[in-house]
């Protein structure tokens, strides 16, 4: 009954194992392939105000503050609200989207930074 025990035991380790392994794998791959739209912050200012990604399709937003002070990337229709502190990166990988058009901005920095992502 014992031997059984492991010998089950090392068949569900040998089965497993390689499954999770592929998995794992097949979803850094697929990071590593999804689109990046990248917004830089600079104490009130952004590098862009109009980002397209495609439609229907995962996508990692790379939100870069190069400034002195903190930003708040905000992008409700995105579900996105994540602080920046200065001098760091913060990435979020978004689902897939319809196409339209969806506003951001830096909530600290309302007036100066307002923006949309295209999705198309």
Known sequence: ????????TWMLQGLVAPLLACSTLGQVH??????????EFNDGAVNTRLIEVPART?????MVNTGKTPAEFEARSLGVEIVIPPGATRTRAIPPKLAGKYPFFDDFHMETTQGHIIVK
Request: aromatic share 4%; glycine share 0%.
């Open 1 to 8: 009954m014992m031997r059984r025990r492991l010998l089950n």
């Open 30 to 39: 697929a990071q590593d392939d999804m689109p990046v739209a990248r917004i």
């Open 58 to 62: 995962r996508f990692r937003l790379e």
